[in-house]
């Protein structure tokens, strides 16, 4: 069992959120891994909480998809596999090409002065070689095209889709050998949205998704591979 991640208390959240949340970005970022076993006692003793709050919140994940109930085994964080990322990634792939379309037409210049930031602030992420840091400046520069696109329903699916993704994408963050062509790939679809170039957007953000799932197929098979 990972012992590097804990309990981070937040004054306007009842514990049950707290510990839900703690086990999710856990297991999100790999410090649960796929398979690991969730272990109740040990879980509410190193929160330091009691088992209530941690059953609740694998039940939750549970339904989320982020872990599994194994007969006589008890909770697992779930695996990832080909077939799970091949679901989220083919949805996805559609939505960001939409999502750049739509941005190409109403991002405002505000936007635009971010989205310029946000691909600034990813290059000095990539270069900390911090994989958490540059999720995070990852999705940053994502969420600023999905809200530039105005359309609330196509944010909240995007959204929704985004939990399940994050663990995908991590994967492949963590492969430093693909940061200078995500980089590459986040300077085409700024430029193509500037230019408001639908077409260069569209392809450029399903090249960025289909370069993700090779990626993340490799490691897959690697991993399997270990085991």
Do not use: W
Request: hydrophobic share 40%; glycine share 4%; net charge neutral.
């Amino acid at each position: 069992m990972q012992d590097n991640f804990q309990v981070k208390m937040d004054e306007f959240l009842p514990l049950r959120d707290v510990v839900f949340n703690t086990l999710r970005q856990a297991i999100l970022t790999g410090d649960l891994k796929p398979g690991e076993r969730l272990m109740e006692i040990h879980l509410a003793n190193k929160l330091g909480v009691s088992r209530t709050p941690i059953r609740e919140a694998i039940r939750k994940l549970e339904l989320e998809g982020l872990v599994t109930m194994i007969p006589r085994r008890g909770a697992e964080v779930a695996q990832i596999t080909e077939k799970s990322m091949n679901d989220v990634l083919e949805v996805r792939r559609a939505m960001d090409a939409l999502c750049v379309e739509l941005a190409c037409d109403r991002i405002t210049d505000e936007e635009l002065e971010n989205l310029k930031k946000a691909c600034e602030g990813f290059e000095q992420a990539v270069k900390t070689k911090d994989a958490k840091k540059i999720a995070h400046a990852d999705v940053v520069l994502h969420d600023i095209i999905v809200q530039a696109t105005g359309n609330q329903r196509l944010v909240q699916l995007v959204n929704n889709l985004s939990e399940q993704m994050y663990r995908y994408r991590f994967e492949y963050i963590k492969d430093f050998s693909q940061h200078e062509r995500l980089v590459e790939e986040h300077r085409i679809i700024y430029e193509s949205i500037v230019n408001k170039n639908k077409e260069t957007a569209s392809e450029a953000a399903k090249t960025h998704i289909d370069n993700q799932k090779k990626a993340i197929i490799k490691q897959i098979r690697l991993d399997r591979e270990k085991h």
